[in-house]
């Protein structure tokens, strides 16, 4: 049976998610799978298909039609890659700013749900996230699909979880901030 503490996990985890797909003003990224790379072409300019597909979980031919959409949008452009097959992907001026402002959305309504917490329980808070998400990160690409919604700069400095996990590091201590 499960306890308070998963149930109220799971409200939060959709709360996030609810109001992070209300933010959607752009119809090419109605759903959360083109949101998901239009942010993972941002973090990886210039990356193939096969790169941005692991960071979203997509197979091949799935990520193909994703990516195709955010082309065809103006969010996307396709250049040519490392080889004759490969394309790589970077963002449009007009996919900088919508990422921009999915990002900006983003931290807004983090900061927001984080704020009802004092500085002590932020603490004990960011201890708990750290814990929870060494511990679940598998390989590198669930690494990436983890984090392909994330403003990675803060969390990079500091010392990610995710990131120390992916790469045999022990846990980082909290950033203290």
């Not at 239009?38 to 994703?66: C, K, T």
Request: glycine share 6%.
């Amino acid at each position: 049976m499960t306890q308070r503490t998963e149930n109220l996990l799971g409200v939060l985890a959709l709360l996030v998610t609810d109001e992070m797909n209300a933010q959607t003003t752009v119809a090419a990224l109605a759903g959360p799978t083109a949101r998901a790379i239009l942010n993972a072409v941002g973090q990886y300019p210039d990356s193939s298909i096969e790169v941005l597909r692991d960071a979203v979980d997509l197979s091949h031919p799935a990520a193909v039609r994703a990516v195709a959409g955010l082309v065809e949008a103006g969010l996307i452009e396709k250049k040519p890659g490392a080889d004759k097959r490969a394309v790589a992907l970077a963002l449009t001026t007009a996919g900088r700013r919508e990422a921009k402002r999915m990002q900006t959305a983003r931290e807004r309504m983090l900061q927001r749900v984080v704020s009802r917490l004092d500085d002590d329980e932020r603490v004990v808070f960011e201890d708990l996230l750290i814990k929870i998400l060494w511990h679940e990160t598998r390989d590198p690409a669930h690494a990436m699909q983890l984090c392909r919604l994330c403003d990675d700069g803060p969390c990079l400095a500091a010392g990610c979880p995710v990131e120390c996990r992916e790469q045999g590091l022990p846990m980082p201590e909290r950033s203290g901030s």
